[in-house]
């Protein structure tokens, strides 16, 4: 009697495919859970499989491979069902016939995940989404489109890479997850160097500024080479000096003065000197000899005047040396001569 090694032995089965949906479990669409038929877990258990029990389906005649997990042992002899994103990504028709053997795959570490469409990124927290959805699935397998439903909408999103190997358990495990841009992303294009510079800029015609700044000043070297305009000079302005004793007389007596009253041009006024000189002599003279005639009697009269009015004349000296003018005694208060009433 032959010896069989259950150990060594692998579980392998070919069974014709129909979608989830034929036996009434749309909870099952949302991972990557088989049923199989009763049959398969009495050849499992025979072969002492270890749980969770993993499997490898194979479509030979397109060339694709996936795993998949196990949920019941129901289905009818033959005849396996399976989620229907699972059908579309092995290209499997209704009836098809499928290849499954049991597999053991590491546990996963890394996955690197690209959504078809942007819609799946504004989602509030789509990290969240996909840990939630995850723990549906039993492995992941490199290249393989899993589908992930969120609020009454179906996301599709492509697997890019697995590690530790092309497919991974992720049943009780930690594993990385990264995005990469979604398939319908589109990079802003920057306009390249070479059509901004072929690029003509409309022309903007020109309006004459409005001169808010008044006369422009002359610069610099205008200013040297410029000649300064001549400047007339203004005569000084003639100041009237203030002369006393220039105005006219005025008598007690409501007559008239005889004497004429000196303009501002006498020499009393041009030569003011001169008339300090002569002191107060002159006037009493001219007064004396008014007063002379009019035939009053003159008091302090010039006594070194003659009778008829004349002043002296020394005689010349025979040398001819220029003759000596006597000086003029200076005026002095109360020395004139002392006349009486009585004779």
């Excluded at 016939?97 to 690197?112: D, M, P, T």
């Excluded at 070194?304 to 002296?312: D, E, F, H, M, V």
Aim: glycine share 6%; net charge neutral; aromatic share 8%.
């Amino acid at each position: 009697m032959a010896y069989e090694n259950h150990h060594d032995a692998a579980f392998a089965r070919k069974y014709r495919c129909y979608p989830i949906s034929f036996i009434d479990k749309p909870h099952l669409e949302n991972g990557d859970k088989i049923v199989m038929p009763p049959s398969a877990l009495d050849r499992l258990a025979y072969l002492h499989i270890e749980y969770p029990m993993l499997f490898e389906l194979s479509n030979t005649s397109a060339g694709r491979v996936t795993h998949c997990g196990v949920m019941e042992f129901i289905a009818d002899e033959g005849l396996i069902y399976l989620p229907y994103w699972m059908m579309e990504n092995m290209l499997l028709q209704e009836g098809d016939i499928v290849e499954v053997k049991n597999a053991s795959l590491a546990k996963g570490s890394y996955v690197k995940l690209q959504p078809h469409t942007k819609d799946f990124l504004d989602i509030s927290n789509p990290k969240a989404v996909l840990e939630t959805t995850l723990r549906s699935y039993s492995c992941l397998t490199t290249g393989d489109t899993i589908m992930v439903p969120y609020n009454n909408k179906k996301y599709y999103i492509n697997v890019v890479e697995t590690k530790p190997s092309t497919a991974v358990s992720i049943i009780e495990t930690d594993c990385e997850v990264d995005f990469i841009p979604p398939l319908d992303f589109k990079e802003p294009e920057k306009p390249s160097s070479s059509s901004l510079s072929n690029r003509t800029l409309p022309e903007v015609k020109e309006e004459p500024p409005l001169d808010f700044k008044g006369p422009e000043k002359p610069s610099s070297s205008s200013l040297s080479n410029r000649t300064p305009p001549e400047v007339k000079e203004e005569p000084p302005k003639k100041i009237a000096k203030f002369s006393p004793f220039t105005g006219s007389g005025r008598r007690l007596n409501g007559k008239s003065s005889t004497q004429p009253a000196v303009s501002p041009s006498s020499p009393l006024i041009d030569n003011p000197q001169q008339n300090a000189a002569n002191g107060i002599n002159g006037s009493k003279s001219s007064s004396a000899s008014s007063r002379q005639k009019s035939g009053k009697l003159v008091f302090g009269s010039n006594a070194n005047q003659s009778s008829n009015g004349t002043p002296k004349v020394l005689p010349k000296s025979s040398s001819g040396e220029p003759p000596q003018v006597e000086e003029k005694p200076k005026f002095q208060a109360f020395t004139g001569k002392k006349y009486s009433l009585r004779g």
